[in-house]
C-alpha cells in the first residue's frame, strides 16, 4: 500500500485528482444563471429558489470532515471513485426532476458526494506531493480549478439553457462525474494513513447534524429569520456543535483533533476559507442575481462577465507559486487584491458602469486565484502528513458554512433596503472582511 512506503506519482495523477474540483465546483454553481428558469419549471413556492441554490452547500457543508476521515483510514481512491460514482447518479435525478422536493434531495446528495471527490481528491494531491516545491506547483494547480469551475458552472447552464434546456447540464455533469469515477480508478494510486483510527461514530452524528443544522437555518433564514423553523434550527446548531466539541475532548482518536487550533496556520488556513466562503463566493453567487434584475441583463450576459473573474483567477492561481512570498504572505496578497476590486463593485446596484464592474472583476480575480493556491497548500501543510483529507475537509467545510452564510446575509440585506443601498452596503462589508483577514494573515509565519 503506498502509505506504507515512499509515494509514486504515476502518469496523470495530478489531472485527474485536480479535475475534481472543477467538476464539483461547475456542479455547486449551475443554477446561479438559470435560476428563474428552474425555479418556475419545477413550480417552485416564496422558498423553492432558496433551496434549489442552498442546498447541495447543505450536503457539502455537513459531510466534507467526516468525508476527510474516511478517505484518510479507508483508502482516498475508494472514497473519490464512490463519491465521484453516487454524483453521477443523483446528476440523472436532478436533470429528471419533476417538482422542487425531489431537485433538491439530488443536490442534497451531490453535496454529499462531492464532499466525498474534495477531500478524497486534495489528501491524494497532499500525499503525492509530500513538500517542497512540487507540491507548490501542485496545490497552486488544484487551487486553479476551484476559480474555473465557479465559473463554468454559470456559463454552462446560461449557454445550454439558451439553445436547450436548464436540465441538459445535469445530463452533461451525470456524464463528466462518470468519467472522473473511471478515470480515478484507473489512474490513481489507492493511500490511506498508516494510523487508521477506529469509526468516530458520535462526533460523525453529532457534527454532521450540527452543521446540517447551521446551514438550513441559514437557508431558511433568507425567508424571514424570525420564523420558528430558522430558531429552532439555529438553536438545534448550537447544541449539537457544543456536545460535539465536549465529545470529541474526550475521545482519544477524534474525527477533528481541536487540538489542531493551537496551530496558527490551522487557524489561518480555515478562518480564511470561512471568509472566503461568505465574502468571495458569497457575493459572487449573488451578484448575478443583482445584475439581471436591477440591469435586465440575460443569464449569458452576466455568465459572460464573469469569466474575466474566473480566467484571471484560473492563471492567478496556476501562476502563484511564482510570487517570492510565503504561503501566508500569497493569502494576505490575494485577499488585499479581493478587497481592491471589490471596492470598485461598490455601486453595481444603483448603476450599470461595465468598465468599473469588469475592473473590479479582473482585480478580485487575480486575488481569488492567489486565494485559491495558497489557501489549498496552508490546507495540508496545516496537518499531519497522515490526516490530509481531514485538512482537506475541515478547510472546505469551512468555506462552503462561509458561503451559506454569506449568501445569506447578502440576501437579507439587499432585501431590506433594496438593490442600490443594499448592495452598496453587502459589497462594503466584504471589502472590510477580507482587508481585515488579510491582514491577519501577514501575522502567521508559514
Keep these: 500500500m503506498s502509505s506504507m512506503t515512499e509515494p509514486t506519482v504515476r502518469p496523470g495523477t495530478l489531472a485527474v485528482a485536480s479535475s475534481a474540483p472543477l467538476l464539483v465546483l461547475t456542479n455547486f454553481t449551475l443554477p446561479m444563471a438559470t435560476l428563474p428558469q ?29 468525508a476527510g476521515g474516511l478517505a484518510d483510514d479507508y483508502g482516498r481512491r475508494r472514497v473519490l471513485v464512490t463519491g465521484a460514482a453516487v454524483m453521477a447518479a443523483a446528476e440523472v435525478v436532478s436533470a429528471l426532476s419533476p417538482n422542487v422536493p425531489v431537485f433538491v434531495l439530488a443536490r442534497l446528495v451531490q453535496g454529499g458526494a462531492g464532499a466525498a471527490v474534495l ?9 503525492t506531493y509530500p513538500a517542497g516545491p512540487d507540491r507548490v506547483r501542485a496545490t497552486a494547480r488544484y487551487g486553479a480549478m476551484i476559480g474555473l469551475g465557479t465559473a463554468v458552472g454559470p456559463l454552462l447552464s446560461g449557454a445550454l439553457a439558451g439553445v436547450a434546456s436548464w436540465r441538459s447540464a445535469y445530463w452533461l455533469m451525470a456524464a463528466g462525474a462518470l468519467a472522473l469515477a473511471a478515470a480515478s480508478a484507473r489512474t490513481l494510486e489507492e493511500s490511506r494513513s498508516e494510523l487508521p483510527r477506529r469509526f468516530d461514530v458520535p462526533g460523525v452524528v453529532l457534527l454532521t447534524l450540527g452543521v446540517a443544522a447551521l446551514v438550513a437555518g441559514v437557508t431558511e433564514g433568507r425567508a424571514g429569520w424570525s420564523r420558528p423553523v430558522v430558531l429552532v434550527a439555529f438553536a438545534l446548531a448550537v447544541v449539537l456543535v457544543g456536545a460535539f466539541v465536549a465529545v470529541e475532548r474526550r475521545r482519544a482518536e477524534p474525527l477533528l483533533d481541536l487540538e489542531l487550533f493551537r496551530r496558527p496556520v490551522f487557524l489561518v488556513a480555515t478562518g480564511g476559507a470561512l471568509v472566503v466562503g461568505a465574502a468571495v463566493v458569497g457575493l459572487l453567487g449573488y451578484l448575478p442575481t443583482v445584475l439581471q434584475t436591477a440591469h435586465g441583463l440575460t443569464p449569458l450576459d452576466t455568465a459572460l462577465l464573469f469569466c474575466v473573474w474566473s480566467g484571471l483567477s484560473f492563471v492567478a492561481s496556476l501562476l502563484g507559486g511564482l510570487v517570492p512570498l510565503r504561503a501566508a504572505g500569497r493569502l494576505a496578497l490575494g485577499l488585499g487584491l479581493t478587497a481592491a476590486g471589490f471596492a470598485g463593485l461598490l455601486g453595481v446596484g444603483a448603476s450599470l458602469s461595465l468598465p468599473l464592474i469588469v475592473g473590479g472583476l479582473a482585480v478580485s480575480g487575480v486575488g481569488s486565484g492567489l486565494i485559491n493556491s495558497s489557501i489549498t497548500h496552508l490546507a495540508i501543510e496545516s496537518v499531519p502528513a497522515h490526516r490530509v483529507s481531514m485538512g482537506s475537509g475541515a478547510n472546505n467545510t469551512a468555506r462552503y458554512i462561509g458561503s451559506s452564510l454569506g449568501a445569506a446575509g447578502i440576501a437579507a440585506v439587499v432585501g431590506g433596503l433594496g438593490p442600490a443601498q443594499g448592495a452598496a452596503v453587502a459589497v462594503g462589508a466584504c471589502v472590510l472582511l477580507t482587508a481585515v483577514t488579510a491582514l ?7
Design 38 to 66: 428552474t425555479a418556475a419549471s419545477l413550480g417552485a413556492g416564496p422558498t423553492g429558489p432558496v433551496w434549489i441554490l442552498g442546498s447541495i452547500a447543505l450536503g457539502l457543508s455537513s459531510l466534507l470532515l467526516v
Design 119 to 127: 477531500a478524497a481528491s486534495l489528501g491524494i494531491v497532499g500525499h
Design 440 to 446: 491577519a494573515a501577514l501575522l502567521v509565519r508559514a
